[in-house]
């Protein structure tokens, strides 16, 4: 509890100064993940979705470019975060020195990591929410369940921000970031329910796929989509409330003494 005694709202500022450098390139940043979601659904959405005609999801059948469309959403989610706090939170901490600038003010330690994991979730919620809006231009998500999405996109961010400093407090160089996206992020990028239902999966492996963060993420988002809600989207709500704590408590400890190191 100590280590989050120590975090005040100075956190912010650091959250401040990310977001004002990522702004002075918009371009660069808003453009890519406005565009990745259409190829992604004119490719596979369009290609695979004559293949493989409607899919059956908790009893609705939808187009194939409709039931992917919500799982891009939560990869983008992932992703955003996760570049975000690893290669992103650790070239400012190693290589540009900014968090030593940082640190030689007011700000404490647990501030700055705080701020870098807040402002991840951000950029997750900021590029989620384009890929939305790029879904509901093409009437694949519906009203209002989809209105909630970008707040799933916020805590799956905060979730995915805190297991990736983790990583970054872990690395001893950025190339062994390789690791953590080989065996984690490209597994949960191909079996968390994100390009087919989970249920072709033989039981084992949807159990496995259970463990997963990124599937209670997209569970929750494409129900949303679909105005679908019940008791399994609040296990997985709680389950990426409960994550999210532990990793972020974890995260500020390990980073702590990383830094302090």
């Not at 949303?224 to 408590?249: G, K, M, P, Q």
């Amino acid at each position: 509890m100590s280590l989050l005694s120590n975090i005040s709202r100075r956190s912010l500022m650091v959250w401040r100064r990310n977001k004002d450098v990522f702004f002075t390139t918009w371009k660069t940043n808003f453009l890519p993940p406005f565009f990745e979601p259409i190829l992604y659904l004119v490719a596979m959405g369009l290609g695979f979705g004559i293949l493989i005609g409607k899919v059956e999801y908790e009893g609705l059948f939808v187009e194939y470019a409709m039931f992917l469309a919500p799982g891009l959403v939560a990869i983008s989610s992932m992703y955003s975060a996760f570049f975000e706090c690893t290669y992103g939170s650790y070239v400012r901490m190693h290589y540009q020195k900014t968090f030593d600038a940082i640190i030689a003010t007011p700000l404490s330690i647990e501030d700055v990591i705080a701020g870098e994991m807040l402002w991840g979730a951000t950029k997750s919620f900021l590029n989620s929410t384009i890929v939305l809006g790029v879904v509901v231009i093409a009437g694949l998500a519906w009203f209002p369940g989809m209105l909630f999405v970008p707040f799933i996109g916020f805590l799956s961010g905060l979730m995915f921000a805190s297991i990736a400093m983790i990583f970054t407090a872990l690395v001893p160089n950025i190339d062994s970031f390789n690791y953590p996206f080989f065996l984690l992020i490209t597994p949960m990028f191909l079996f968390s329910g994100t390009f087919f239902p989970l249920n072709v999966l033989p039981e084992w492996g949807q159990w496995m796929a259970e463990i997963l963060p990124l599937t209670h993420s997209t569970r929750l988002i494409r129900d949303l989509s679909y105005n679908l809600f019940s008791w399994v989207d609040v296990i997985s709500l709680l389950y990426i409330v409960l994550l999210t704590a532990i990793t972020f408590v974890t995260a500020i400890a390990l980073m702590r003494k990383r830094l302090i190191k």
